[in-house]
């Protein structure tokens, strides 16, 4: 979807869209190295050895990928772990909002790379250190998932709900409910929205290699 912006505000409403929302560059010629930009995880590569992101909202001929070394670099304090193991554990997975710095680019393939963006890290310690189980949920308004943890009367177990971006959400369960079984109870009540465990414990486990 493309909109056009007039007046003699449209700077300062361009602006506010693009830190609400991201705006999607048309073309690789728009992007220049260490620009941070809001992404989409499409998933894993096809050899397995990266995560696929799309920059924007919508452009689908921008795809970028965030490399193996650079996830364990950033994430696993340089452990080799797999990537699917990896985007499980931090949630980088199919329609999670993520914020990504671009490291290279390859005009001529038209290929793109990424490191995960300092906000986007400091973002995941800060739910680390919560300890905080978290559900991030793709694809349901906040309406739709507040609905479903009524009806499921897990009001108790989920103590808040933080928007990410454009139906995006993240669920703070209570200290001690666990993100797995409210998912198992609420899954069914959110129709086709995609929803992912983020739990504390795994990243120490990831990064320190005890399991």
Same mark, same amino acid.
């Given at each position: 979807m493309k909109v056009e912006i007039e007046g003699e505000d449209s700077e300062i409403l361009t602006e506010l869209i693009k830190r609400r929302l991201g705006i999607a560059p048309e073309n690789a010629s728009e992007l220049e190295i260490d620009d +941070? $930009?809001?992404?989409? %995880?499409? =998933?894993? =590569?096809? +050899? =397995?050895?990266? %995560?696929? %992101?799309?920059?924007?909202?919508?452009? $689908?001929? $921008?795809r970028c990928e965030i490399t193996q070394q650079a996830l364990m670099a950033q994430l696993c304090d340089g452990r080799a772990v797999p990537v699917d193991r990896i985007s499980r554990t931090y949630c980088l997975q199919e329609g999670v909002t993520v914020l990504v710095r671009i490291t290279h680019i390859d005009r001529h393939r038209r290929h793109l790379e990424a490191w995960i963006s300092d906000d986007q890290i400091a973002r995941f310690e800060n739910w680390r250190r919560q300890r905080f189980h978290r559900i991030v949920a793709v694809g349901a308004t906040q309406e739709r998932l507040r609905e479903a943890i009524r009806t499921c009367r897990v009001e108790r177990d989920v103590i808040d709900v933080e928007e990410l971006a454009f139906i995006a959400n993240s669920l703070v369960c209570k200290l001690g409910t666990e993100a797995p079984g409210i998912i198992a109870k609420i899954g069914r009540h959110v129709g086709d929205a995609r929803l992912y465990a983020f739990v504390p414990e795994r990243l120490d486990e990831l990064r320190t290699g005890l399991e």
């Open positions: +941070n $930009l809001k992404a989409y %995880v499409i =998933g894993t =590569g096809r +050899n =397995g050895q990266s %995560v696929e %992101v799309e920059i924007g909202p919508d452009s $689908l001929h $921008l």
